[in-house]
């Protein structure tokens, strides 16, 4: 009884202690599932508070944007909502008293502080960033508050999936500051955007997902994957790389961002929230679990306890010696020894126990014979061979079949296995694009003939040198920083960087990578995009040379820009655009990078043979305008090498498709100087004739004026009548001078000949019929001669306008010189309503301004009077 009673004692002290043990666990499990439902009323609050920040950042950052107040007042209505469920929450779980923190009471004094948040908002007295900070400080409280209620780890499911759910909202939060951030940039305008700086909140951002791709489920894993490459989250990714860049072209409007980032954010909401259903789900099933364990730990100890005290009181007499010596053959039967053998051959019941174990040991022994050699025959590739079950029953039988209908499923899966690879090999040799194996030692393992063709180097060579000798030099430590990256697990996608061919050529390939890090291998696929990088860079230099051409641009920043395109094309250091002369020559119109001495005498080849031509280390391709050789595109390089081969070809394709926007410039520079040469050959003849009128008629009505008078002086005794008729001639004679006088002042005016613009301006002023304010700052130097009489004859045409059409009252002259730009602003007050295409007189002073290249801009709403605005361009002083 002794013996029985010490381990019946045992059993029930373990008993006991075990249902201590659960209870305890089982209230630790309820206290953290508590506690993480008040967490997540917190994460609800922290996300109200989140929307609340951004609305009053863009209230103080942008106020004209439309809809920011009412925002702003759904925000803080949605936040005190979220406030009163959080503290619902936290007063129905109780829990202060279970060693966690006073949250009923950090709510309160939140809800305080938020109220004088929101008062200092709305008075004015935070700025955009500072409201951003107060906030920020009120949700890192908070969530500060829920890492102390979700610390507890009562269980490693639960901790992962604490810790998953901790990480989204650190990593939701990140994205919010980073949002406001840029909300308060791009309320400002792109040009306050900053350079090429750090963003704390996409580091932080990214640690933590990194953490929460550790600790949650596949399923979240590829959400998150999902969200992060949606358009919105590219949009974020894009956005980050613009501002990482520095540059201000490509970031997006301040309505854009929002939309963006908001959609973003949302997603990861989404996933946060099936980050706390785990997390709840795990509270509850590791309470459940606690639960059941205990209740069948205890049913099961109350079962084994009577049984153990049934058996020890019906076996109460020695069975000691023939009881262990079957249990010693068990166990050695169990432990997979068949060399133990049971001598016991008693009558009783444990005889016929060791019988049994004898037949067991026999079968034991053939099965794993049977065993054996199947084992046999797959390490010898024998896979049709089968076990023999007839030899077998019952169980044996069952399990040998099992074995049989393995190896069939083994053979079968062999046979797949074998036709895949075959398939594998075939598509690996076949395929157009490029594919690889290779370690993360930096060799190639295995490539394919497309990898051999593309790069120009044998198999062998490929595999036998580090992968980054291949690699273009500029590009290795971009490529070594994304071997790097694959070295931690990461996968990279459409990364692209240049190879050197084995002719020394460059070639872009376009890369996907896979890593598995535990067999020490990099799977990739490689596709050249050298042609279709190529074609992309001709088709925007078409498109830069073709904006340059609409917009009107001098010719020779046209022909600069073509140069400048053509070199960065063909990467050269050097590229100029010639124009063949009648004499033979070549003129240079325009070039980059270097003068464009070193294609003189491609230059000439291409004359001589109107195709495109390489002499040394120059290549030059012609230009056809019109069925004739108008010039031709040279660009030249530091040595012959560096222009491979096809770069005629390549010049001369790109020549052809050029022509048109060159055409097109040399025309407005012909026709621009054409319509400077009418202007100046009308001027000159202006001249002449005022020269002429004033050396031949009005001399000739003078010497007839002084005639007359004699003849006057001689007719003392002469009749009354004839007298009258001399007076009334030279009267006539008189009037006819003052006539032609102002014929050729108007052709003409001498004084702007002889004293420059700002008499002649004067002149205008004190013989206009409308009183004139002049306002002239004009330098005290002459400007050119083209430039004061297109002056003149504008405002002298204004004056006119203003007295005979405008009925105005006053006429403002302002004359202004800013760097190398004449600036003439003349305005009156008018009826106005005066339209530039509406008669010769606009339109021919709009000629005449336009000839000189310059630009004359009319503004004449109705009633509101006229004004007209003429700018003329300056030579620069001789020492720019």
């Not at 295995?446 to 273009?472: C, I, K, M, Q, W």
């Not at 004739?628 to 001369?652: K, Q």
């Not at 050029?658 to 410039?665: D, E, F, Y």
Request: negative net charge; charged residues 25%; aromatic residues 4%.
């Amino acid at each position: 009884m002794l013996l029985v009673l010490l381990p019946v004692s045992g059993l029930l002290a373990f008993t006991v202690f075990s249902a201590v043990a659960d209870w305890r666990e089982a209230r630790t499990l309820r206290d953290f599932r508590t506690a993480t439902r008040v967490s997540f009323a917190l994460t609800a609050l922290t996300e109200a508070l989140a929307r609340e920040r951004l609305a009053e950042v863009l209230v103080v950052a942008a106020p004209d944007r439309p809809g920011a107040t009412a925002e702003r007042d759904a925000a803080r209505r949605a936040t005190d909502r979220a406030l009163t469920v959080a503290r619902t929450g936290a007063r129905a779980g109780a829990v202060d008293g279970t060693g966690q923190p006073d949250v009923l009471g950090q709510l309160g004094a939140k809800g305080r502080q938020l109220f004088a948040t929101r008062l200092e908002a709305g008075s004015g007295s935070f700025t955009a960033t500072e409201t951003e900070q107060t906030y920020a400080s009120l949700t890192n409280d908070l969530l500060n508050t829920v890492h102390h209620l979700d610390s507890g780890r009562p269980s490693r499911a639960s901790g992962r999936a604490a810790d998953g759910y901790l990480a989204a909202l650190e990593a939701i939060e990140a994205a919010e500051r980073e949002r406001a951030d840029l909300a308060v940039l791009f309320a400002k305008g792109p040009g306050n955007a900053p350079g090429a700086t750090g963003d704390p909140w996409q580091a932080l951002e990214a640690a933590q997902l990194d953490t929460f791709r550790q600790n949650v489920s596949g399923r979240l894993k590829v959400r998150l994957s999902g969200v992060l490459l949606r358009p919105a989250g590219r949009t974020v990714r894009a956005t980050r790389e613009a501002l990482a860049a520095g540059g201000t072209a490509k970031l997006p409007s301040l309505d854009h961002w929002l939309a963006a980032s908001t959609g973003r954010l949302t997603a990861l909401r989404a996933i946060a929230a099936a980050a706390e259903d785990e997390l709840a789900s795990a509270a509850d099933r590791d309470l459940r679990a606690v639960k059941d364990r205990g209740q069948r730990e205890l049913g099961l100890s109350v079962v084994v306890l009577l049984a153990v005290t049934v058996l020890a009181l019906a076996l109460r007499r020695s069975i000691n010696r023939p009881l262990t010596e079957v249990s010693r053959g068990a166990k050695a039967l169990a432990d997979g020894d068949l060399s133990y053998d049971i001598r016991y051959t008693g009558r009783d019941e444990i005889g016929d126990v060791a019988d049994t174990f004898r037949e067991l040991h026999v079968t034991s022994e053939r099965f794993a014979a049977e065993i054996r050699t199947m084992n046999t025959a797959i390490d010898d590739n024998r896979l049709g061979h089968r076990a023999d079950v007839a030899a077998f029953g019952g169980t044996w039988a069952q399990l040998l079949r099992g074995m049989n209908a393995t190896m069939a499923s083994f053979a079968a899966a062999h046979g797949r296995r074998h036709k895949a690879e075959q398939e594998l090999e075939s598509i690996f040799n076949l395929s157009l694009d490029l594919l690889c194996i290779s370690g993360l030692d930096g060799y190639f393992k295995r490539v394919n003939p497309a990898f051999e063709r593309t790069l120009g180097y044998p198999g062998s060579t490929l595999l036998s040198r580090p992968y980054l000798d291949f690699v273009h030099e500029e590009d290795r430590d971009r490529v070594q920083a994304i071997l790097d990256r694959l070295a931690t697990g990461a996968e990279v996608v459409e990364f692209e960087n240049r190879y050197v061919r084995g002719d020394g050529t460059e070639c872009w390939l376009q890369w996907s990578c896979r890593p598995v890090i535990e067999e020490g291998l990099i799977y990739a696929a490689a596709r050249d995009v050298t042609e279709s990088r190529r074609a992309a860079r001709e088709q925007a230099a078409l498109r830069s040379v073709a904006t340059l051409v609409a917009c009107g641009v001098p010719p020779h920043e046209v022909f600069t820009a073509v140069a400048h395109e053509v070199g960065l094309l063909l990467s050269t250091s050097s590229a100029a655009v010639l124009r063949y002369e009648a004499d033979g020559a070549a003129t240079v119109l325009g070039s980059a990078r270097t003068a464009a001495t070193e294609g003189q005498e491609a230059a000439r080849a291409v004359a001589a043979t109107g195709r495109a031509a390489r002499v040394g280390r120059s290549v030059g391709a012609p230009i056809v305008v019109d069925d004739r050789l108008w010039g031709a595109v040279v660009v030249s390089a530091p040595h012959p090498e560096a222009l491979p081969g096809g770069t005629e070809s390549r010049l001369a394709d790109f020549t052809e498709l050029i022509v048109t926007a060159i055409a097109n410039a040399d025309s407005r520079a012909q026709l621009a100087a054409s319509r400077a040469r009418v202007v100046a050959a009308g001027d000159a003849s202006r001249r002449r004739i005022e020269r002429d009128l004033h050396d031949g008629v009005q001399q000739r009505l003078v010497s007839l004026q002084l005639d007359l008078r004699m003849a006057e002086s001689m007719t003392v005794d002469q009749p009354a009548e004839l007298v009258e008729q001399l007076a009334h001639i030279g009267k006539g004679l008189d009037d006819a001078f003052e006539d032609l006088l102002q014929i050729s002042r108007g052709i003409h005016p001498a004084i702007l000949s002889k004293g420059g613009l700002g008499p002649a301006l004067r002149a205008l002023a004190r013989r206009s019929a409308v009183p004139v304010e002049l306002d002239l700052e004009l330098p005290a130097a002459r400007l050119p001669e083209q430039t004061e009489v297109a002056v003149y004859y504008v405002t002298s045409e204004c004056l006119t306008n203003a007295a005979k059409h405008a009925r105005a009252t006053v006429v403002e002259v302002r004359a202004r010189v800013y760097e190398d730009v004449l600036e003439v602003v003349i305005g009156d007050d008018g009826a106005g309503g005066a339209e530039p295409g509406g008669g010769s007189g606009l339109i021919g002073l709009t000629d005449r301004v336009e000839a000189i290249g310059g630009r004359l801009t009319v503004r004449s709403p109705p009633g509101r009077g006229t004004t007209l605005i003429a700018r003329l361009p300056l030579p620069r002083p001789a020492a720019e």
